[in-house]
C-alpha cells in the first residue's frame, strides 16, 4: 500500500495483457467459430465474397473454401500472437505463483459454500462481502481459463503440426479443442458479466485505467485482502 492511500491491484502487465488478449480471443472466435461449426459458415461467405468477386469467380462453394482459406490464416495468425505474448506474462506469473490471488483464501468444502454465500451478499443483496482480492467465483473462472487455454493451446499446435499425428490423435485433437473453446466462451461471458456488474466497477476501472484501488474501498470490499496487506 502506498503514500496516497491506493492498493496496486494490478501491475501494468497485467493490464496490458488483459486488453491484449481480449482482442485476440475476439479473432480467434470470429475467425474460429465458421471452421469449428457449419452454422457460422455465414462468416466464411462473408469474407469469401469480396475476396471471389474480385477474382471472377462466384462458385458457392469456391467462395466458402476462399473465405474458410483466409479466415484459417487469421486463426493461426492470432494463435501465434497470442502464444507471443502469453510467454511474458506466464513467467512473469510463475515467478510470483504462490502469492497469486487465485489460491483459495481457505481450503475445504465449508470454505466453498461460505465463499458462494458470500458471493450472494456481494451481487444479490448488494452488501458488503468477506472478500479477498478474488471471490470464489473470479478464482473458479480463472482456473477454468487457464485450463481451457492451455488445452486450446496444445491441441491447436497438435492440428497446425499434425504430420505424423495419427488419425485417431488428429480427431481426439480437434474434439478436446472445440470442447475447450465452448467451455471457455461461457466461462468469458460469465465472467464478463461479473466483470462489468456495479459492484466491480472499482475492480473493472483498476483493470482498464489506473490499476489502481482505493484503499477504503478495499478496506470495506475486500477485507481479507486488505488485512493480508497490512501484514505485509
Not at 89 to 110: C, E, H, N, Q, Y
Not at 169 to 190: C, E, K, M, N, P
Request: some cysteine; proline content about 3%.
Amino acid at each position: 500500500m502506498n503514500s496516497n492511500k491506493t492498493v496496486l491491484a494490478y501491475s501494468s502487465l497485467e493490464i496490458w495483457f488483459h486488453k491484449h488478449m481480449i482482442h485476440f480471443v475476439a479473432f480467434l472466435s470470429l475467425s474460429g467459430l465458421p471452421i469449428l461449426s457449419d452454422k457460422f459458415q455465414f462468416i466464411a461467405y462473408g469474407i469469401g465474397y469480396p475476396i471471389n468477386f474480385f477474382t471472377g469467380d462466384m462458385n458457392t462453394e469456391h467462395i466458402l473454401a476462399s473465405g474458410i482459406s483466409f479466415l484459417r490464416v487469421i486463426h493461426w495468425a492470432s494463435a501465434f500472437a497470442l502464444t507471443g505474448i502469453m510467454i511474458p506474462f506466464v513467467i512473469s506469473m510463475l515467478r510470483k505463483v504462490l502469492t497469486l490471488s487465485i489460491w483459495p483464501d481457505r481450503w475445504g468444502a465449508v470454505a466453498i459454500v461460505d465463499g458462494v454465500v458470500e458471493m450472494k451478499k456481494n451481487y444479490i443483496d448488494l452488501e458488503h462481502a468477506e472478500f479477498g482480492k478474488m471471490n470464489t467465483g473470479q478464482k473458479a473462472s480463472a482456473w477454468v481459463i487457464m485450463l481451457c487455454m492451455f488445452i486450446i493451446v496444445v491441441s491447436g499446435y497438435m492440428l497446425v503440426f499434425r504430420s505424423g499425428l495419427t488419425h485417431n490423435f488428429i480427431s481426439l485433437a480437434r474434439g478436446a479443442h472445440a470442447i475447450s473453446y465452448i467451455i471457455l466462451a461461457v466461462t468469458l461471458i460469465i465472467h464478463i458479466y461479473f466483470a462489468t456488474h456495479p459492484a466491480n466497477r472499482a475492480a473493472y476501472k483498476a483493470m482498464f485505467k489506473t490499476g489502481e484501488m482505493d484503499a477504503d474501498y478495499v478496506k470495506e470490499h475486500h477485507p481479507l485482502w486488505y488485512r493480508k496487506l497490512q501484514k505485509v
